[in-house]
């Protein structure tokens, strides 16, 4: 690949055009560092050019965001620091009231042309810390799902058919992952491509999701396997005399 092609690559990697690549360029370098409520108003109002978003998107300093034309925010929708976003081609839409902890990513990653890339999430969902998703086989994500950190949603896996070649040059395969509303996946779950989480479900900390999970279900370890039902009495009877904990944004916001 001659270094021209190889900078058209680069580009459309980055962004729509290459006046829209110098518009975005030039807004995140003089707004995307600048810390504090100054920097969240300016990047609420300016960012508004670069990426469709509902009401004023409150984007922390020092967020990354590639292809930002494809980025769709609901309102409310909270960036924390080191928040990575990479939208190409398929897009990222993230609904109304949902929070990215710092350092959470979202990247289509669809360098392949794959026709159910991209990124859905619903509203008022809570991605925590280092949460990563990568959206090949697309990731569609309901309401109300919440992660602790450090979750992996990997909609992809390479193939590993021939032994006598690289794996890298086998190419991939890539089905999606469906998480429907009301989903709590403890920190450091991985869930794989082709899995549906029903709704309502809960997975447990570390557990790694290789098949899909009915809706209401609470399944732990690696491979994960159901070990409760969230509507059976018996199931969740430990929280009937636990002492139970609101946030103020919760209140204000009508959630709890
Ligand atoms: C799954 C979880 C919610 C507890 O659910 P629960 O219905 O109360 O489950 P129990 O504690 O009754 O445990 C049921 C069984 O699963 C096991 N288990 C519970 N959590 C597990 C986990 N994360 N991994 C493996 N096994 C687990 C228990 O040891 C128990 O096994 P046993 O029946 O052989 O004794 C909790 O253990 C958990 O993982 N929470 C996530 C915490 C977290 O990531 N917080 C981040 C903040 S968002």
Redesign the pocket.
């Known amino acids: 690949m001659g270094l021209l092609q190889e900078l058209r690559y680069y580009l459309r990697s980055q962004s729509t055009s290459l006046p829209r690549y110098l518009l975005e360029q030039t807004l995140m370098s003089l707004l995307g560092g600048l810390p504090g409520l100054l920097g969240i108003g300016l990047r609420g109002i300016a960012y508004k050019a670069i990426l469709h978003a509902d009401g004023v998107p409150i984007i922390e300093h020092n967020v990354r965001l590639l292809n930002p034309a494809r980025i769709r925010l609901g309102a409310k929708v909270y960036l924390d620091t080191g928040v990575y976003l990479n939208a190409l081609p398929s897009g990222i839409t993230i609904g109304a009231g949902t929070n990215l902890m710092h350092g959470v990513i979202f990247h289509v990653f669809n360098y392949r042309d794959l026709p159910h890339a991209g990124i859905t999430v619903g509203q008022n969902c809570f991605f ?1 810390e280092y949460t990563c998703i990568r959206g090949q086989g697309g990731v569609r994500i309901g309401d109300g799902v ?4 450090q979750v992996n949603i990997a909609a992809v896996n390479h193939v590993f058919a021939d032994p006598n070649r690289f794996i890298k040059d086998q190419g991939i395969t890539a089905d999606g992952i469906t998480i429907e509303d009301d989903v ?1 996946l ?3 779950v991985t869930v794989v491509d082709g899995v549906t989480i029903g709704r309502g479900s ?1 997975i ?4 790694v999701v290789t098949k899909s999970i009915p809706p209401y279900s ?1 399944a ?2 690696v491979p994960a396997k159901v ?2 039902d969230r509507r059976d009495p018996e ?2 009877k ?1 929280f009937n005399d636990a002492k139970v904990f609101y946030g103020e944004l919760e209140k204000l916001r009508g959630q709890e």
Request: aromatic content about 10%; charged content about 5%; glycine content about 32%.
């Open positions: 925590g919440y992660t602790g950190t709590w403890g920190s450091n809960v447990g900390a570390g557990a609470i732990v370890g070990v409760g199931a969740v430990r």
